[in-house]
């Protein structure tokens, strides 16, 4: 019913910076929430942030807080990831996915997911 679609991802040196997209469509009165996750190879899939759909309210993993910002323009049902002073423990797949929870943290209160955007950060 939600569908969403990753862009922006691409190959940036240590410090550089990315801006990512997750343009969302279908069933938005639903979505009270939309997050980023991004899993490594042979890692887990792991939390990075989310921003309340409606009230802007804003959560960050404790390794991109003070370089990453989520934001979204609700006129342009999209949410944005700006990362900034990237590191190369930041590459990785990243993920957007949409939740009907208010502000959820985990993985499994995401029920819809994009198809993900290659992040990679050289040294």
């Known amino acids: 019913q939600v569908q969403l679609v990753e862009s922006g991802g691409g190959l940036v040196q240590a410090g550089g910076s990315l801006r990512l997209s997750c343009a969302v469509s279908?069933?938005?009165?639903?979505?009270?929430?939309v997050g980023w996750f991004r899993q490594a190879p042979g890692k887990e899939r792991s939390f990075v942030a989310a921003i309340n759909w409606s009230g802007g309210i804003t959560d960050y993993a404790d390794s991109v807080k003070g370089r990453f910002t989520i934001s979204r323009d609700n006129a342009k049902n999209t949410v944005y990831l700006q990362m900034n002073r990237l590191k190369p423990e930041d590459t990785a797949v990243y993920y957007c996915a949409a939740s009907s929870a208010l502000l959820p943290g985990r993985a499994i209160d995401y029920a819809y997911w994009g198809q993900g955007t290659q992040v990679t950060v050289s040294s």
């Open positions: 279908g069933g938005i009165f639903s979505t009270y929430a």
